[in-house]
């Protein structure tokens, strides 16, 4: 079992930034590939970005050149840095991590994912 937590959202102007957390507990982190996805009201959980085990990242083409994922192996933990936020990215965001292999697209399908956190809400007013 490994077990997510969440933290780092709130509500942000457009144009501002934040930087999500994520920390896991539970197994060895460094051989799990995490993932961010977020979830907007009335809408599909839709992927954001993903890091590998060794350090390969995939951005959604809407937060590409914005957000960047990171990891910190000794901490457990992994970030997600959103920069120029904008009202379309207001969402519940969530961790996830894999101990699988996916080539291809596969980081960026909820199904892939093994474990999940609870989520923490982000808000960007106009």
């Known amino acids: 079992q490994v077990q997510l937590v969440e933290s780092g959202g709130g509500l942000v102007q457009a144009g501002g930034s934040l930087r999500l957390s994520c920390v896991a507990s539970?197994?060895?982190?460094?051989?799990?590939?995490v993932g961010w996805f977020r979830q907007a009201p009335g809408k599909e959980r839709e992927f954001v970005s993903a890091i590998t085990w060794s350090d390969g990242t995939y951005y959604a083409d809407s937060v590409k050149g914005r957000f960047f994922i990171s990891r910190d192996n000794a901490k457990n933990m992994m970030y997600l840095q959103m920069n120029r936020l904008n009202p379309e990215d207001t969402a519940v965001y969530y961790c996830?991590?894999?101990?699988?292999?996916?080539?291809?697209?596969?980081?960026?399908?909820?199904?892939?994912?093994?474990?999940w956190g609870q989520g923490t809400q982000v808000i960007v007013s106009s």
């Open positions: 996830a991590v894999t101990s699988r292999y996916y080539p291809g697209g596969g980081y960026a399908r909820p199904p892939s994912y093994d474990y």
């Open positions: 539970g197994r060895t982190f460094s051989s799990y590939a």
